[in-house]
């Protein structure tokens, strides 16, 4: 574990060095749990984005895009439930004056019991080779049962107080697991209580008349308000869905973990209005593109998992989060949700106005249900930086940095470089280099030894550099080279576009996750 600490730890460093992120005005000391995105973490944010919009909107014929206020009617989030239940459980540690999340520390302690599980599995696994039967070994190995049988046990008091929402009870099964604050190391606990999450503000000309607003918690309300105007306007018939990327708000008391938990994230959102009765069959259909779409990326498929909710919030018949593992372990990364007709509902009731759909096909009009998918724009970079962070031995004792990021997620698509800032080699690079910037971000590099350069760009995830030398103006021939690989190959500078152009178009990811 602390070896994955250690690295994550570099993960975050690099990523400040390497213009990716830094702390929100760092000059006067930050503000806790905001970040800003540098010039490279910036181009790896846009092209998450796009990846996402153009898998939504252009890959679904049913599916378009709104980009809603943040700033709402005050009776939306009355309607929704946020102003209300929008709570987190919070406990603090006396010791260390730290606080947490008291759902949060109790998951945490159930994947220990996971951990030991797969422990067991894996010696077992080394000791009887190919003849290995762990379903039948989980079934019959008495530290696997033991070990299960607490799980289950801790498990079912947790859903049970997390359903009942019994703080008393919450705060009892940290005690009786002895659950220790990860920095004092001691049980010292006050009681368990509800924080509400929402940032309000003021909207008024005048003091007296100012109206109490909030800063969105989420995105999906924009998208319900607008759910009639999208329909009317684009003569959309059901299924059909609305996306959206936007900003949203949380007063996060435990906020660690760099930008994993933020108090103002971005979020990929789209809302998928469904039939009645069809819910849990579209449920189950965008739970398996959506997998299919963080699998393209090709960052390890043993590292997706589906975590069913063990309480499903107020609104929902069915939910699932994508789980990634991070240096942390598996954290949520997306959610996938049922959302049934609670929230079209609720708005139809709070404005007095009828938002249901002429279903012309059966001649009845409904509330449609709804099925919605989630994405942290924030965690999701943070997932991918995650898995493309290497730390490489090379031959000769030489070591280098390397993010192997996904090549049409790069910042940089392809960085050019004189040999020498001399005999027309720069001219020659920055010809080179305004070809294939109407296609391709791209670089130019000219300072250092061309080693040198080649470890900056790996460093930033560039996934090709193209180097200029004298040969180049006599036979019109470059030296590309690979990120991954370090293999060079000499080619001629026609063949540059559909060279890069092969690895770096999205088409690559869409072809993937299309059925």
């Not at 606080?99 to 000791?127: Q, T």
């Not at 559909?498 to 059925?515: C, D, P």
Request: hydrophobic residues 40%; contains cysteine; negative net charge.
């Amino acid at each position: 574990m602390a070896s994955q600490e250690d690295v994550f730890k570099k993960l975050v460093a690099h990523c400040k060095e390497y213009g990716f992120v830094f702390p929100s005005s760092e000059i006067y000391d930050g503000l806790g749990a905001v970040y800003d995105y540098g010039q490279m973490g910036v181009e790896l944010k846009n092209n998450i984005k796009k990846y996402w919009w153009d898998s939504m909107v252009l890959l679904h014929e049913n599916v378009v895009g709104i980009d809603a206020a943040i700033f709402m009617h005050p009776t939306t989030w009355k309607a929704s439930g946020h102003v209300d239940a929008f709570n987190d459980p919070l406990i603090d540690n006396k010791d260390s004056k730290k606080r947490y999340r008291a759902d949060v520390l109790i998951e945490d302690h159930l994947a220990k019991f996971d951990e030991k599980i797969n422990k067991e599995c894996e010696k077992a696994a080394k000791r009887f080779g190919e003849s290995f039967d762990r379903e039948m070994f989980c079934q019959t190995n008495p530290r696997v049962l033991e070990n299960v049988a607490k799980r289950d046990a801790i498990h079912a008091r947790f859903v049970a107080a997390l359903e009942a929402n019994d703080l008393v009870e919450l705060k009892q099964i940290i005690v009786d697991c002895e659950i220790v604050c990860p920095i004092s190391g001691t049980k010292n606990w006050t009681d368990v209580r509800q924080f509400n999450l929402m940032f309000s503000t003021e909207m008024g000309s005048t003091a007296d008349g100012a109206m109490k607003i909030y800063l969105r918690p989420e995105t999906a309300q924009g998208i319900f308000v607008n759910y009639l105007n999208v329909q009317k306007t684009g003569r959309m018939k059901v299924p059909f869905g609305i996306a959206q990327i936007g900003k949203a708000f949380r007063n996060e008391i435990v906020a660690r973990q760099f930008i994993f938990r933020m108090r103002e994230f971005e979020q990929m959102e789209m809302q998928f209005f469904v039939r009645p009765g069809e819910e849990l069959k579209w449920f189950e259909h965008w739970k398996q593109f959506r997998l299919r779409w963080h699998k393209a990326l090709g960052l390890g498929d043993e590292k997706y998992r589906f975590h069913d909710h063990d309480k499903l919030a107020h609104y929902a018949n069915a939910a699932t989060d994508i789980e990634f593992q991070m240096p942390f372990g598996f954290k949520e990364v997306e959610g996938i949700h049922s959302r049934t007709d609670f929230d079209l509902s609720s708005h139809e009731k709070y404005s007095g106005k009828n938002i249901k759909y002429f279903d012309p096909e059966i001649n009845e009009s409904y509330t449609p249900y709804v099925i919605e998918t989630s994405i942290g724009v924030d965690r999701m970079f943070l997932s991918i930086m995650s898995a493309a962070y290497n730390e490489e031995q090379l031959e000769g004792g030489d070591s280098r940095v390397v993010l192997k990021l996904p090549a049409v997620l790069a910042p940089v698509k392809v960085c050019v470089m004189p040999l020498v800032k001399k005999d027309g080699l720069p001219e020659k690079a920055r010809e080179i280099m305004n070809d294939l910037k109407f296609d391709y971000k791209c670089a130019y590099d000219e300072k250092d030894s061309i080693g040198k350069r080649y470890r900056r760009q790996d460093a930033v995830g560039t996934p090709f550099c193209i180097t200029v030398d004298h040969q180049t103006l006599e036979d019109n021939c470059v030296t590309i080279r690979h990120r991954d690989t370090m293999e060079q190959q000499r080619v001629a500078i026609s063949d540059l576009h559909a060279i890069i152009g092969a690895e770096v178009n999205m088409k690559n990811l869409f072809k993937k996750i299309v059925e």
